[in-house]
């Protein structure tokens, strides 16, 4: 190597200050407020659940397994029913309630440091997660009833990140190779296999996957933009991209083959029907922009940005979409994005809460060793199963 | 909190939210998402106030927050990354040559997570080894090879474009 070929360490400070960085968008004053709020719902969420545990003492229960909203408030004197068939009428609050949930952590693959949970599918089975091996090499990992294993990955790639399973237990997501090479893959049947790229295209991902194996992603190359992909089930050699009128990215599909996405990388949810005719999902009243990042059944959730900002970096909010009704809903109390969405409505907000009826609950943390209360992920089709994180540790809930 | 605790806090991350930032925009390549880092950063940093201002070093502290909160982020966080470089949102003009500069950012892009945050912190926060070492919870080995696999990596990213970007530099 020529002297002129290095590339001395003190050189790298001056290339990374050449970077043009935009202005940060940050408001201290209302960071603060946010984590004022958050240090109360804290503290409640502590004298919650030792109002639990007392009462389950008192009265014998030993489990408290039953409707979400069965749960303790989590500021209030009113002593929960620990078993109930249909949510209490309670008006809804601002404020997250605890939710009657049991947790269980999982068992690590590997000695991860910060692994992220990436999700779990539709029935529950299945969870999946980032699994951090030595300092750099970052893994998929999947866990079936429970039991982990870190997926084989494709030669081509130094890392992979799972971003959707399905509820046989097939897994796709995003893949990193050398010069900046960026795939979508699938793992079936114990191999992980490349997707192929549409014809032109020089970049994919994948990011949803459905019951019958079909793929949804997008696409693009240095010269062409982003475009949303299928790759159907039937036919994964020949993906489909699918007609939008601007730049469009699929996130999921739901088991009758409706695709959602975004237009213009956030400027509007998007969704296309099985027939591949594509609409905007029309926006909550007082809202702008949005994407769709997850479905089940006729249920569409997302975020959209509040309509007035104040000047001060809007933050998103949780948005809900009826794909037969037309139905769109903004929570304004509700973080954006929301991340899953069950059969029945039920969603995972951005602050890792399940959200039933407008009303966001928590989840208690699932043994004593853990000291925070845990952050949700993933609902399951019929609503009962949670997946998300504790601790640092993978989790399910029992709700 | 109390008042004055809470005063201390606002001064402390008010002169060092630029330099947050930037480290976030460098570590995520996405100026949205760095704003998001911050916020979330900040909010974390203000729930352990108490115990942070106990560490003995509370930059130190701060960074392994930023850091983390980078890996931890919702889902989809890296294939935004490299995917905002086709996307028509980019960062306020730069003062350089638009395809100098972006090269770096695309170079920092392409590095896996760790040798991406190694560099970063050695070499614009100015931490040791050792402190690199703390902030991400690995050996002194780990950011010693992580460091001259990035550094490899980068020089062969850049190419020519880093000796346009050095010679216009002040």
Redesign the interface.
Known sequence: MTR????H?E????????????????D??R??K???R??RT?NAVRAGLSAIVVLGAAIGVVTAVGQLGAGQPAVGTAPPSVVAKTPPATPVSTEPQVGACQGRVLTSPTRA??G?I??GDPSGRYVIADG?Q?????AAVLWTDGTPEILPQPKAA??V?A?AVNSLGVVVG?G?G???T?FGWVYRSGATRILPKPSGYT?T?A?GVNAAGDIVG?A???DK??VAVLWPAADPERPRVLGAPE?A?AFDITDDGSIVGTL??GGSAYAWAASGTGRNLANPTGTTGGKA?AASGDWVVGWVMPGAGDGA?PQPLAARWNLRTGEATAYPHIAG?A?SVSLGGDLID?DGHVVRNGQAYILPRPDSAHAEPGSA?SISEDGTVVIGSAGGAAAVWRC | MSPELEQQFVGYVSGRLQRLHRTAFLLCGDATRADDLVQSTIISLYLHWRRAQAADNLDRYLHRILVRRNIDEPRRAWSRVLLMQWTPERPAPPARSVEDTDAVQTALAALPAGQRAVIILRFFNDLSVEQTAAVLGCSLGNVKSQTSRGLVTLRRLLGDSKHEILRSSP
Do not use: Y
């Open positions: 002129d070929e290095e590339l360490p050189h790298v400070r001056t290339l990374l200050l050449a970077v043009p960085a935009p202005a940060p968008r940050v201290v004053t960071a603060v946010t984590a004022r958050r240090a804290r440091s910060f992220e990436r999700g951090v030595g300092f750099d090499k970052i130094n890392a990140q971003n995003t990193f050398d010069s900046q960026t970049f991902l990011s997008a693009w190359s240095r933009q982003d730049l990215w213009n990388d990042f970096g994005p991340k951005a992920v």
